[in-house]
């Protein structure tokens, strides 16, 4: 792949970003006129931030399609998954006797290998119900955990699964899927 053909890649992966992230701008704000010109600023960070996150693109359509794809999968799991964890909470809030309260801590070893799917496992981790993650040292992450009758580890290896197909990580190159 020559250079210009990288700095089109590169320049259709910034575009299709800003897009996307312009895109849930609007609908965060409601296209409120009020807030909406925040995004001239929001939006480049969230672009930032996703590089920071995922690295530069993967050279190759299949690759980005699949990617991406990967993370509209994983935005949908963490919505679900988000919302069965507030309808626990409020479940175990509304009927205590219903529902156990006995918190825990616990460690997690993540095998993501690179710094920036860490550290988007471990602020997805607390969309998990019942998960709230407290430190990370290294691939070692400190889980602060809501209730025994939670399966939690099953959650995160489920969550770093999906982050590590999105990000395409090494570990997940040769399995994409």
């Known amino acids: 792949m020559g250079r210009g053909e990288r700095r089109r890649d590169m320049i259709g992966s910034v575009l299709a970003r800003a897009a996307v992230a312009s895109l849930l701008w609007v609908a965060v704000v409601e ?5 909406l010109s925040y995004g001239m600023v929001a939006v480049p960070l969230a672009v ?10 993967a050279r190759g359509r299949a690759g980005r399609w699949k ?3 990967a993370s509209v999968r994983l935005g949908g799991w963490l919505l679900g998954r988000s919302v069965l964890g507030g309808i626990d909470v409020a479940r175990r809030a509304v009927r ?13 070893r993540t095998s ?3 710094e920036g799917a860490r550290i988007a496992l471990v602020f997805l981790m607390n969309l998990i119900p ?7 040292d290294g691939d070692l992450i400190e889980v602060h955990v809501i209730g025994t ?3 939690v580890e099953a959650a995160l290896t489920a969550l770093e699964s999906r982050i590590a ?7 997940t190159a040769a399995d994409p899927s």
Do not use: C, E
């Not at 019942?130 to 990370?136: E, F, I, T, V």
């Open 31 to 35: 296209a409120d006129g009020g807030v």
């Open 48 to 57: 930032a931030v996703s590089y920071v996150l995922t690295g530069r693109p």
């Open 67 to 69: 990617r991406g794809l």
């Open 96 to 108: 205590p006797s219903g529902a156990r309260v006995d918190p825990y801590w616990t460690t997690y």
């Open 112 to 114: 993501l290998p690179t």
């Open 130 to 136: 019942g998960s709230l993650s407290a430190s990370r």
């Open 149 to 151: 009758d939670l399966d």
């Open 165 to 171: 197909r999105a990000a395409w990580t090494p570990s």
